[in-house]
């Protein structure tokens, strides 16, 4: 780097020549400290700047007036805790009876597991055979990607509307998230992760009713 | 054979890298500081958030809300509605400063005294006020609720309401340890009669691995 300016005639030269042309200066300028310059900056601006933006989630909350129809059939609550225990149970709540609350955890063994045997029919409470959304989608995504023709994007939008066909049929799994007082942002937002990774469409933001408060503190008072 | 000079021609390379650093310097933006740091949530939507035309109620971890709409205009005729609705003027240097203002959490009470503080005062005020309050139940009275609904009122007013290629997007951006109340608060605001927004975005990180 250092040897910009020694190209031309400091180097070279021999015998008489060397004499005469040491007195003539360089018309060279020595760009070291200038490439410094603009190596630092581009460093530093490499480093610094992030390209990434930050993702968002969409939230349709069903308008609260008036209230749209629930499908009662196919439903399932989850109710956040401030601890790392979720509750949830399969269908409406029957007050004389009081449905138990079953648990589960966060992560992949846990809720999405719940929630992925709830879109294939087979979660706690469903009646095996009757509903089917999970393999459907499952099957539809293998066919598209066996489909060598598509284009990824076009692929993607195939598979989207694929899964919105499947899931916005009148039986659809429903799943109605709840929280009890302290339950962290965080873990709602998780949640509802999982519920776009088990590709469950229909979800909603519901206030606890005061029965499943009551019932849950009593439920969690007999352990 | 002459023995070849160990000097390269660093031209080239110089032309290049002084391209980049023209590039860099041109497209990078300096990311605004903001009056709170938030640790967002991770997901795995992928849907970028946009860049403009976007209303964000930030709550921090403490359960503090902010405010902050785009475009410099609809700001300042924000901070003009809410003086009416407040009683309250404000001056054209303020009015000017609120315009150039990023994020904020401050109380109309002391928005006065934010404004006319230096910049790098500001956010030492900010810290030790309560955010923009939203405890009373009353609508008209609470003053997220008056912002969202002056802020979205001066963008209408810039953007009109029925024109769907150009519209307002509302996005909650809280931190992942906030109680869930008080990002219920904000959506109840959204929700309620006078404003009717049932979609919005929750601000997300996107998830690392699976």
């Known amino acids: 780097m250092a040897d910009v300016e020694s190209g031309g005639d400091s180097g070279g030269g021999h015998g008489k020549h060397q004499k005469r042309r040491a007195k003539k200066s360089s018309t060279r300028i020595d760009m070291t400290p200038m490439v410094d310059l603009a190596f630092l900056l581009l460093t530093f601006f490499v480093l610094t700047s992030t390209f990434s933006k930050p993702s968002e989630m969409d939230i349709g909350m ?6 749209p129809p629930t499908n009662v059939r196919n439903i399932v609550t989850i109710v956040l805790d401030k601890s790392d225990t979720v509750y949830y149970y399969y269908g409406v709540m029957d007050t004389a009876k009081a449905t138990p609350f079953l648990l589960t955890n966060y992560g992949k063994d846990g809720l999405r597991k719940v929630l992925i045997n709830y879109n294939r029919g087979t979660g706690e409470g469903q009646l095996p055979g009757t509903y089917d959304a999970y393999d459907k989608i499952m099957e539809a995504e293998k066919r598209l990607k066996n489909d060598t023709k598509l284009k990824d994007k076009e692929r993607e939008d195939a ?3 694929e899964v919105s066909k499947i899931t916005d049929e009148k ?14 942002y965080g873990r709602v937002i998780d949640v509802m992760d999982e519920l776009s990774v088990c590709y469950i469409d229909r979800k909603a933001l519901v206030d606890i009713t005061n029965t499943e408060k009551v019932l849950l503190s009593r439920q969690k008072s007999l352990k | 054979m002459p023995r070849s000079s160990p000097s390269l021609d660093m031209t080239p390379m110089v032309d290049l890298a002084f391209l980049l650093v023209t590039f860099f310097i041109l497209t990078s933006q300096f990311r605004p500081e903001e009056p709170v740091v938030v640790d967002q949530p991770s997901s795995v939507s992928q849907k970028a958030v946009p860049s403009s035309d976007l209303m ?3 709550i921090d971890s403490a359960g503090r809300y902010f405010f902050d709409i785009d475009q410099v205009d609809v700001r300042r005729n924000s901070l003009m509605e809410m003086a009416k609705r407040y009683n309250m003027t404000f001056t054209e240097e ?18 006065k005294s934010y404004l006319d503080a230096k910049s790098d005062k500001r956010k030492l005020i900010s810290d030790q006020l309560q955010g923009i309050p939203s405890d009373t139940v009353n609508n008209q009275l609470n003053e997220l609720y008056n912002w969202i609904d002056c802020g979205r009122r001066m963008w209408f007013d810039k953007w009109g309401t029925g024109d769907s290629q150009k519209k307002l997007h509302y996005a909650i951006k809280g931190d992942n340890n906030v109680d869930y109340k008080k990002v219920k608060t904000v959506i109840d605001i959204f929700q309620s009669p006078q404003i009717q927004v049932n979609n919005f975005n929750m601000i997300t990180d996107l998830e690392k691995g699976d």
């Open chain 1, 171 to 184: 039986t659809s799994l429903t799943v109605v998230v709840k929280t009890l007082e302290g339950a962290k």
């Open chain 1, 62 to 67: 069903p308008p609260k007036t008036p209230a």
């Open chain 2, 56 to 58: 964000t109620i930030t």
């Open chain 1, 159 to 161: 598979f989207k509307k």
């Open chain 2, 94 to 111: 303020e009015l000017f400063e609120f315009g150039r203002l990023q994020t904020f959490g401050v109380p109309m009470s002391a928005m």
